[in-house]
């Protein structure tokens, strides 16, 4: 169904009638009713509910909705899992309506609603709302929609001890829930609600159940057995004491619990801290809540940015004493030279450094506001932060350098890739993957610039190209851009040059090679077009903390990705894999798609083979190139040399470059990380003098 988004709107689709599941994506809802409502993103939740009670027909007095919202969370690179958020206020509400701006990928807000009375009155369940008789546009018409259930289950229709369809934990312990799973969603509401935590305990007798407050020494418990000869797992409450004798938690409960651990040590991992949290309260905290518990104690310890910035030389220091890590300061000493304004700090640590050798040839730069894009940052940063990165042997970003810097002009890019070059990347023939930004272009073509070739990437050419002609003709500077063949590539140049000869004027001022991949000549860019610039930053993720707090942060993730790859990549050299997954997956596509037996095979001069189908492809497979362009782009065989493979009996995994093994892989990651001690043992950070940031200059 399309749905048409207007600006500032919100399509809010909101399902009942059905039961909230977990899949391997997280939460979704099966065999609901759904409906479509379109509010604005700045809507107060009162406004919403106003809008259900009326919408269903029902008295506010006497019922209640519950709304849980399906909310997204970054669980990999661009991979998304779904959580439940209770929308319980304006601000869990805001927070679902922000979601489709936050996530371009996601275009509705999806809510799953239950429904509560709150009198005895019995009603009729023959008087229910049927919401296609009054909506014009019925989205799904055939079912009954309607609350049917919910009103039947807690209307009292149904005898004592009633069964709570709604999920919905009262102090009458007369309850009944349809299983365990249904019962500790209860449970796990009504915790959230209470503002408490409510765990479930090991029992020793069979299909009884034992829930506590986590608080020693709380009163609170609520005990359920299985009913005896029930059907299909019914729960029933045996014995309940509603009351806690502890306190409520705030709503930072795990950040206040770490935050003498952090202080002592801001460095822990999430890992680590789990692990604590477990041994001290008794129970799994789920590494997202104790990620965020921490964000917010790092935010504490190094508050704005001036007092940021006093923490930064020994927090340097520190780094540089337990992990080698590489840095370049530049600040402008005062008149009194205890004082200095800051300027700009790169950093790179020496497990990067010794990974990049194992890298193809290939590093890509990019800049943004510290705190992401200016355009969703509600606080925008005055510092910009710099990134390089290469690629491992998996196609995945490997961090290499950063910079967080006052600004960015020529002469920043100038030191920042200069850096790169001296203190990163030991070896002559890089390619430079970048936007095609004025600076970055004078300082390449510098002479003494140490770079071999310079690409650019397609986005930031087409981005170029909007803002001189508009978006009407953008899709052919993309599709001249991918094509992998000059005659394709000249196809669409031509067809640019008939519609709009001063937009095709205006391209070829930029060298084809630095943004067709049809003459990329020598594969420099391995296929790679454009920056993905949400898996760049990843290490980043979104943390809208002072600097320090920031290089806290990513050292974790930056730890946390080396651990992972170099553990995986092991497991994988164990297995007797030799190639990486994304490389055996494109070769198993091939051979699942194509069928090798119907290309004709026609010996040619030298060691040339032609290789036809409908069209006719030259193929060498030494040299590593076929006319259809993908060999020498991608460096593994593209179709026609695997159907050519086939026929001469070769193994095609000959030619994949040597780029792409897990044995790369493995040892680009193989520098771990090292712990780093408590606060009270990092060094002073000698001949640093006290750094200001720039706005208070004035003040000395
Ligand atoms: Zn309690
Ligand atoms: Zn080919």
Redesign the pocket.
């Known amino acids: 169904m399309a749905i048409e988004t207007s600006r500032g709107k919100v399509i809010v689709l909101c399902h009942w009638d059905g039961c909230i599941k977990y899949g391997p994506d997280g939460v979704y809802y099966e065999g609901s009713t759904s409906e479509y409502f379109r509010v604005k993103q700045k809507t107060e939740l009162n406004r919403l509910l106003d809008g259900l009670y009326k919408r269903f027909g029902l008295d506010k007095e006497k019922s209640k909705f519950v709304i849980w919202g399906k909310f997204p969370v970054l669980v990999q690179q661009s991979k998304l899992k779904y959580l439940l958020l209770p929308v319980v206020d304006d601000s869990s509400f805001a927070a679902m309506l922000d979601i489709p701006s936050n996530h371009p990928s996601i275009t509705n807000v999806e809510l799953f609603l239950e429904f509560k009375t709150t009198s005895d009155d019995v009603l009729d369940p023959n008087s229910c709302p049927n919401p296609s008789k009054r909506q014009r546009t019925d989205p799904n018409p055939s079912s009954e929609g309607c609350l049917k259930k919910a009103l039947t289950f807690s209307s009292g229709v149904v005898s004592k001890p009633c069964l709570s369809s709604s999920l919905w934990l009262d102090d009458d312990h007369d309850m009944r829930f349809k299983d365990i799973d249904e019962l500790k969603k209860a449970v796990d509401w009504y915790s959230m609600r209470?503002r408490?935590?409510?765990v479930a305990r090991e029992t020793e007798k069979k299909d009884t159940y034992r829930f506590e407050?986590?608080?020693t020494r709380?009163?609170?418990s609520l005990h359920a057995a299985r009913v005896e000869g029930g059907q299909y797992g019914l729960v029933e409450i045996t014995k309940y004491n509603a009351t806690?004798?502890?306190?409520?938690v705030k709503s930072d409960f795990v950040a206040d619990e770490i935050e003498g651990l952090v202080r002592l040590n801001p460095t822990l991992s999430v890992q680590e801290l789990k692990k604590w949290w477990k041994e001290k309260l008794g129970y799994e905290l789920q590494a997202s809540a104790i990620r965020e518990g921490k964000l917010e104690v790092i935010k504490r310890v190094y508050g704005d940015e001036e007092q940021s910035l006093r923490a930064l030389p020994k927090l340097i220091s520190v780094l540089q004493s337990s992990n080698e890590m590489v840095m370049d300061w530049r600040y402008e000493v005062f008149p009194n030279p205890n004082f200095a304004s800051f300027s700009s700090l790169f950093w790179t640590f020496s497990q990067s450094v010794k990974g990049f050798q194992h890298c193809r040839p290939l590093v890509v730069v990019d800049t943004r506001d510290l705190y992401g894009n200016d355009d969703v940052s509600p606080r925008c940063s005055q510092f910009k932060l710099m990134i390089a990165s290469g690629f491992d042997a998996a196609n995945r970003y490997f961090p290499l350098a950063f910079a967080v810097t006052r600004e960015v002009s020529v002469e920043t890019w100038r030191w920042f890739l200069s850096r790169i070059r001296e203190e990163v990347t030991q070896r002559e023939g890089l390619c430079l993957i970048s936007s095609p930004d004025k600076d970055i272009v004078t300082v390449v073509n510098e002479p003494g610039s140490q770079w071999k070739e310079h690409r650019f990437c397609l986005k930031g050419v087409c981005s170029q190209f909007c803002d001189v002609f508009g978006d009407e003709l953008v899709r052919l500077v993309k599709k001249a851009g991918y094509s992998s063949q000059e005659r394709e590539f000249d196809f669409y140049m031509n067809d640019m040059k008939e519609k709009r000869p001063e937009a095709w004027k205006w391209l070829n001022k930029i060298h084809p090679h630095q943004w067709a991949l049809a003459h990329d000549n020598g594969g420099f860019r391995y296929g790679v077009m454009e920056i993905d610039t949400k898996a760049l930053y990843a290490v980043f993720r979104d943390f809208r903390v002072a600097m320090s707090g920031v290089l806290v942060l990513m050292f974790d993730e930056l730890r946390e990705a080396f651990d992972e790859s170099f553990t995986c990549s092991g497991e994988s050299l164990n297995r007797g894999d030799v190639y990486t997954k994304p490389v055996m997956e494109k070769l198993e596509e091939f051979l699942r798609d194509y069928d090798a037996a119907a290309y004709v095979i026609t010996p040619l001069e030298g060691d040339a083979f032609e290789v036809s189908r409908n069209k006719k492809w030259i193929v060498k497979l030494n040299e590593s190139i076929c006319t259809c362009g993908k060999f020498q782009g991608d460096k593994f065989p593209c179709v026609h040399a695997l159907a050519l493979c086939e026929k001469l009996r070769i193994n095609p995994l000959k030619y994949v470059d040597e780029c792409y093994t897990l044995e790369r892989y493995h040892k680009t990651y193989s520098a771990g990380f090292s712990p780093v001690p408590e606060v009270s043992a990092w060094p002073e950070a000698s001949g640093v003098p006290t750094l200001l940031t720039p706005k208070v200059e004035g003040k000395i």
Do not use: D, L
């Open positions: 209470a408490r935590k409510c407050c986590v608080r709380c009163n609170w806690h004798t502890c306190s409520p």
